[in-house]
Every structure is written in C-alpha cells, then in structure tokens.
C-alpha cells in the first residue's frame, strides 16, 4: 500500500499520500458541491465548513461551478481567527477551471478569481473540472451542446504549468480525464498532473482507469464515493447495495463507512460530502478496522455503472469516460 502511515502531522489523524509534486495530500476530504434544493444559504454553508474542520477535515474541494469557494474563504477566515487551526498550511485547498475559463488566456486569470473569491494566496492543487472547453462566457448549467468547442490541451495545460511555476498553486491535475486524455495530456506536459480526480465507487469501480495512472505516477482521488445522489449524476446503487449492507451489519460500520474504506485500500483518496456532523465524523472513522478477503471478493461482484446520466454535455461526458468500462 503506497499510503504513508497516519502521520502526526498537521492533518491530525487522516492519513497522507504524496503528490509526484512532492506535497502531501489527505487521503479523505471535504467535497462542497451542492445537490440541495434548495441550496444552503451563504451562512449555512460558512457554518458546515467551520463544523466540517472542528471535526477533523482539513482537505476542501470546490469550484468556480459550486457557489462554494467564497463561502469557505470565510470559513477559512473564521477558524484562522478563533485559533481551531494555526496557519493557512494546515489546510489543503482544491479549486478547478471550469470550462468556460479553459481557454490560453483565461486560465491565470481565473484562478485568481478563486483566490479573490477564497481570500487565499495560492491553491494546494488546481485541477481542469473536465475534458472540455466551452465558450467564454456560456455558464448555464447543465451545459448546452452548442456552446462546446474543442479544447486547445496543449495551451491550456500550458497556463495551468504556469499557475504551479507562478507559485498560485502548488500542484496541479485533471479531472474527469479517461486513460485516453491522460496520454494525450502526457505527450505534451512539462509538468505532469499530479491528480486525476473521477467518479470511483464500489459501484464504479474504474480498475482500468486506476491502473493507468498509477503506472503513470498520478494519484487518483475519487468524488461520488458514495454514489453522489445529486439531480444530473449519482444513483443509490451503494447506499442501497444489499452486499454492503450485509459487509456493514457484520462490522458494526455503516454502508458508507464500507464504501470509504475499499477505496483506502485502492490507494485512491476520496472527497466525502455530508452536511451532518454526525455522518462527518463517522465518514472519518474508517482507519482503524479492515475489509477481509471475503468481503473484497464480494465487492468485486458488484454490477458496475457510472452513475453521469443526462442530455447535453453529460451524455458528451459519459462518452469521453465510456472508454474505460
């Protein structure tokens, strides 16, 4: 297993992986999209991320697409002035270019709008949110297939190498990238992408996929780990899965807390998602008891589906990651 071992480090008790960047990365962390309808407000969601640090997590993950980076700038803010944490490095923070922004000239720009928004000075890792470019200026969400245009890869992973030598981040990777993507990334990249952060679960299980890139020395980090129920993506196959349910029943552990720990032992980090503070810290407890054999031969059973549905660019997603089933 390549994890380093629970370090006593300032990530407290959630186990570390380094980076080919040679920073450390938390093995779990805090994702912040919103699925909620309505969403939370400004305040309440200021309230989740001081909660979610005075729990233990010291990794968030948003985006310019979330809403969520000027809410965690505060919470960041907050915590730093009540002391919970002594200093920014305590924490590690992932934002991402969204499509609109992945174009040669937008991208420097863009990450600063994440820093202004966040009230930081540089981003842990910075990440391209997908393989696709659409026109500047086209947010509407979910995405419209005439605003796709090619990405420019070469440029833009240009910009991002410059974000990381500029010193506004200090790591940087892909998202949603398929092995394909990635090689093509690869054959052009000075710098290569530390991170390539996809739906993975016991359900979606991406093995081709993790192979791949851990022969090409980049981490893998899951989002959806639990099956990410939201209105365009997401499915109740794990929380539902009578195969976990019965693993979890034998352990005393919860569905969830099954799910998170056969990704641990992928080697792959995972960004969990509850605004609950009880399920925070139980999605945090899966370090000190272990999956058997036959449990893992059980999870290898398990019918496998991603769980990206829809029309426009999800179905122009779904292609580009089909490859890997």
Known sequence: MSHSSSSSSNMGSIPEVVLSSG???????????????????????VSVFITAIEVGYRHFDTAPLYETEAPLGEAIAEVL???????????????????????????VPALKNSLKRLGLEYLD??????????????????LKKED?????????????????????????????FSSKKIEELLSIAKIPPAVNQVE???????????????????????????GAKGTYWGSSAIMDSPILKEIAES??????????R???????????????????TQNLQIFDWELTKEDYNKIDQMPQSSGIRGEGLFKTMVEFLDEEA
Request: glycine fraction near 8%.
């Open 200 to 226: 993975l679960n016991p359900g979606w299980q991406q093995k081709k996929l993790r192979d791949f890139c851990k022969e090409k020395g980049i981490h893998v980090s899951a989002w959806g780990p639990l």
């Open 125 to 142: 890792l910075y990440l391209v949110h997908c393989p696709l470019s659409i026109k500047p200026g086209a947010n509407a969400f979910p």
């Open 262 to 280: 056969w990704i641990y032992d992928q080697g792959v980090s995972m960004l969990v998602k509850s605004f609950n503070k009880e399920r925070m």
């Open 81 to 107: 002035h009540r002391g919970l944490i002594k200093n920014r490095d305590e924490l590690f923070i992932t934002s991402k270019l969204w499509s609109s922004d992945a174009h040669p000239g937008l991208v």
């Open 23 to 45: 920073h450390k990365f938390p093995v779990i962390g805090m994702g912040t999209a919103q699925s909620q309808v309505p969403p939370p407000s400004h305040q309440q969601l």
């Open 251 to 260: 352990k005393g552990k919860t569905v969830a807390q099954v799910s998170l």
């Open 148 to 176: 796709l245009v090619p990405m420019d890869l070469k440029s833009v992973w240009e910009a991002m190498e410059e974000c990381q030598n500029l010193g506004l981040a200090k790591s940087i990777g892909v998202s949603n």
